[in-house]
């Protein structure tokens, strides 16, 4: 368990690095084009433009790091903080302070927003305005300060050691060894934390010095990574082969070397022929010369071609090493997948891989089995979730008044994936569930969603289901039936149970607050607790348009004494799994006496110009009259 939380910190620590830089890339892409074209060694040399260069690489992107890493913790006036802060350690060093930025700009954040809570209700009225910009400005300044007189000599020290590590890894030929590390935390989702917050600045005072730096090919090389989709193309089985062409175009061109995670982690010994790949491209880059004269950023054969000095001894050398990577890892690779068992699950190594980078990946859809058309004659149509309780009741109340305005008498339910019926023709379920789903009812239509309140994927459907569909009055009816039978939700929703204004560290912490108050409420036992925590572990509970609606796992409905439901209001938000979550919905559902209320909240949460009202309310009844009126 403590090894397990070590790595998920080291990887949110990764993640967050990555969310600092990954926003302000096109400036880092503009930097690079610029140092290529004008510097005295670049395709069109330019004095005048020329002078771009420097201001870019020592202002401009630490400054833009410095906010968006201060936005992250507290928005805008974080933002502000961070940049401030990050002033100082810019000014205190000559060389390109990226790394100063990442310390910088999130403290200047989280000590603006610890000030911000600590005033919280004191400001009296009309002052607000003069305490926030003079509070930004005092303790900006104070932290700019610092930053210059003991942060910035720190990281200079620090980078000034990794100068001269890297220059003896170099003089003694040592380099190659860098993908012993480098090849495997690409896999743990590490890269970034080690491209942009180590190499990227040592390899930018290297180009300021020598025009071109070979640190900056380390981790973007895509060669490792063709070279093991190229030998799934040919020695792969099922669905990894068909994938792997097209994951290898991606990245290749593309440059999102997360595709070809999955299919490692599929043979974790192929990490072997990544590493070894890896060595063999870097130690070519050595022998022939190869470096960059600008980061690139994705890591494409073309962003690399873009930055590499406008010679032709440059070129030949970082295509050979891109080369010699893909051939090498390529051949070890197929000796690996042509002499173990092949037992290849892409779908489930796809899901592991998003446990590994503990949020939402960016190309898991890419690895969904396709199917065919929509089938004809569609007469069910059933919604699953894990235990069916919440974000399938949801998304099937949204459809559902959707197929009502189609005029289309097509039944639409929800269940848990372990009750599916065999009869479903179209099953609709979030993607990270979309694998259970097909295996348990493999004949039918699976749309995978990633937003059940506002998915593109709904109008789809109808539009398709206008063409061609039958009536099912029987099932309808049966279903409207059913819901008009269900007890009152007079009560369901209490004033009690709506809280403002909260502020929550993490999702867990936020889950356990709805949890705690619906067992002090009476609507379920306090082990529901840890099962909402379990079931959002299992796939998020995020719901799209800023909502949440954490409840428990299908074993725990028995733990359901009475259904009920808590709101809760953050207006600053709270991180699940990489997205912003500012309304939360504590779920607990009982024979289906809950779902006529749900039905309303996800109609209403459907419309972000509801969020806001929700999100801005000053009172619990204003909030449940939102709720109330839809």
């Known amino acids: 368990m403590a090894q397990s939380n070590i790595k998920v910190a080291v990887q949110k620590f990764g993640n967050f690095l990555s969310s600092m830089v990954m926003p302000n890339i096109g400036a880092f892409i503009a930097w690079g084009l610029i140092t290529a074209l004008f510097i005295p060694t670049g395709f069109f040399p330019n ?45 205190g060093s000559d060389i390109p302070m990226f790394l100063g930025a990442m310390i910088m700009g999130p403290l200047g954040g989280y000590i603006i927003k610890k000030f911000d809570r600590f005033i919280e209700g004191k400001v009296k009225t009309g002052f607000e305005m003069l305490i926030n910009n003079f509070s930004a400005g005092i303790l900006g300044g104070i932290l700019a300060i610092l930053a210059f007189l003991g942060v910035s000599p720190a990281v200079d020290g620090f980078t000034g050691a990794l100068v001269v590590g890297v220059d003896w890894m170099v003089a003694h030929g040592l380099l190659p060894l860098t993908s012993i590390l480098i090849e495997p935390a690409k896999i743990l989702f590490l890269n970034n934390a080690i491209n942009h917050g180590i190499l990227s600045p040592i390899g930018a005072e290297q180009i300021r010095t020598n025009g ?130 092949q037992t290849e699950d892409l779908d489930e190594a796809a899901r592991k891989m998003q446990e590994m980078k503990g949020k939402k990946s960016s190309v898991a859809g890419s690895f969904t089995k396709q199917q065919g058309e929509v089938p004809a004659s569609v007469q069910k ?173 299908e074993e725990a409905k028995k733990n359901v004494l009475r259904s009920g439901f808590t709101v809760i209001q953050v207006p600053e938000g709270v991180d699940f799994d990489g997205e912003k979550v500012r309304l939360i919905f504590g779920i607990a559902g009982k024979d289906g006496t809950h779902l006529e209320i749900l039905s309303g909240i996800a109609i209403t949460c459907s419309d972000m110009d509801n969020i806001e009202k929700m999100v801005h309310a000053k009172s619990a009844k204003e909030l449940m009259a939102i709720i109330q009126s839809n």
């Open 47 to 91: 004095e005048s433009l020329a002078k771009l260069v420097d201001p870019m690489v020592k202002y401009l992107l630490p400054l833009l790091i410095g906010y968006t890493g201060g936005k992250l913790v507290h928005d805008q006036r974080g933002g502000v903080v961070g940049a401030i802060a990050t002033m100082g350690v810019i000014v």
């Open 212 to 341: 071109q730096s070979i640190l900056l090919l380390l981790e973007t090389n895509p060669g490792p990574g063709l070279g093991i989709l190229l030998a799934y193309c040919f020695f792969g089985k099922g669905t990894a082969k068909q994938s792997a062409p097209g994951a290898a175009i991606i990245h290749f061109i593309g440059g999102i070397h997360e595709i070809y995670f999955p299919y490692v982690l599929m043979r974790p010994l192929l990490i072997i022929a990544a590493i070894l790949g890896g060595m063999s491209g870097v130690f070519t880059f050595v022998l022939l010369g190869g470096g960059l004269q600008a980061v690139a950023s994705p890591g494409s054969i073309l962003a690399i071609l873009a930055a590499t000095p406008g010679n032709a001894g440059s070129y030949v050398a970082n295509i050979s090493g891109v080369l010699v990577a893909a051939v090498v890892s390529f051949i070890v690779g197929s000796l690996i997948l042509k002499t173990g068992k």
């Open 381 to 553: 149509i059933v919604f699953a979730c894990d235990a069916g309780m919440g974000s399938s009741a949801m998304g099937a109340s949204l459809l559902r008044k959707k197929v009502k305005q189609a005029d289309l008498n097509i039944s639409v339910t929800n269940t848990a994936i372990s009750n599916i019926p065999s009869d479903a023709q179209i099953v609709i379920t979030q993607e990270e569930l979309t694998p259970r789903a097909q295996n348990k009812v493999p004949d039918a239509y699976h749309i995978s969603v990633d937003n059940f309140l506002s998915s593109p994927e709904y109008d789809k459907l109808i539009d398709q289901l206008k063409n061609d569909h039958t009536t099912s009055k029987a099932e309808e009816e049966k279903r409207v039936s059913a819901e008009n039978n269900t007890d009152s939700n007079d009560g369901l929703l209490k004033e009690e149970n709506v809280f403002l204004n909260q502020h929550f560290s993490s999702k867990e912490e936020a889950i356990r607050f709805a949890g705690s108050v619906l067992v002090k409420g009476g609507y379920v036992e306090e082990n529901y607790v840890e099962a909402m925590i379990e079931r959002d572990n299992m796939t998020s509970t995020y719901m799209g348009n800023d909502v949440a609606i954490p409840h428990g796992t």
